[in-house]
Each structure stands twice: as structure tokens, then as C-alpha cells.
């Protein structure tokens, strides 16, 4: 009788320990809530820094396209017969023109137009007082800074914002793929989608 009373008790054990190995300890649970909230953050930041990365390297671009800019008005001046007054108002333009330039907050369709156009009018501008100015043909640094202005204001400026959107988007989806987790995280809830050139162009 005993002996079956041991057995039974022993069976109770190995049943109430097997039920207990299937639930997880709630220390443990909280653990794994930690680390794919600190997951997502860090992987947040990640793509938060390269967006960044992506938007100064076509600023930086940006910024030299204006420096050849006015280089080459300054070459045109160098020249012993030139408009100097086209040439101090066309120094005057790019400073204005470079100061409107938008930020990743300021984006929008109708700043990013004024933007291009005014870009657009200042080079054809300055293109055409270089044309007017003969003794320029013996400045071969003027073509040269006028074939990468060109350069830098077609294909590559299409190119840096074609990549800057890739990445852009790809931080966009993470927080519409992590939208409640985010949401419901104080320090990530004002994470806030970036605006593209897709859209805005």
C-alpha cells in the first residue's frame, strides 16, 4: 500500500515538474520584451543614421555645385574686359539662391520647385555672361567648372535624391512595420516618418 503511495506521489512530481519546464518564468518573458524592444531602437537608430548620412552627402554635393558657382563667376572676372556689373549681381544671386535651400523638415513640392528653378536661372544666367565674355577662351579652368556645375546639377543631383529616398523609405517602412512597438515606447513615439523627393518632385 505504501509502495503505491510513493509511486503515485512520484508521478505528481514529474507531472507538476513537466507543466512547469513549459511555462516560462515571467523574469524571463520580461527579458525577451527588453531585447526586441532595444532591438528595434537600435535598429531604428541605425537606419535614423544613415538617412542622415544619405542627406549630407547630397548637401555636401549641393554646397559644391554653389562653390563652382561662384568660381566660376570669379573666373569670368579675372577676365581684362568683362560685365562687371552682371557679375556682381550674379555673386549677389547665388548667395540668395543658396540661402533658400530646404532641410529635411522644410521639404515640400512648391519649395523644392522654387528651388530648382532659381538653381536653373542662376546657371543659365551665369553660362551666359561666359559666353559673352571672350577672353574667357583663354581660361580653360572655366569650361571645366562649368561641365561639372552641369554635372552636378543633372544627373548626380537626381542621383543623390534617388538615393537618399531608397534609404528614406526603408526607414519609413520600419516604422510602419513596427508602428505599435514604436507607438508605445515614449522615447520612439515622435519618430516621425521622413518626407521623399518622390513626392515632393
Known sequence: MRRNQ????AFIIALMSAACSKTKPVTETK??????ENSISDELTVLNDSVDAAWDRM????SQKFADIKRLIEEISYCKKYDEKAVENLL???KEVDGMRYTQATVSDSLIDLYDSKTSDLINKVRNLKSKTPEIMQHPLADQLENEIMKADGDDL???RK??????????SFLDV?????????????????KLFSVVL
Open 6 to 9: 510513493l509511486i503515485a506521489f
Open 31 to 36: 527579458t525577451e520584451e527588453t531585447q526586441k
Open 59 to 62: 548637401m555636401a554635393a549641393d
Open 92 to 94: 549677389k544671386l547665388t
Open 158 to 160: 537626381l542621383l543623390y
Open 163 to 172: 538615393k537618399y529616398d531608397q534609404i528614406a523609405g526603408a526607414y519609413n
Open 178 to 194: 513596427h508602428k505599435e512597438a514604436i507607438a508605445a515606447d515614449s522615447v520612439l513615439k515622435d519618430n516621425k516618418k521622413k
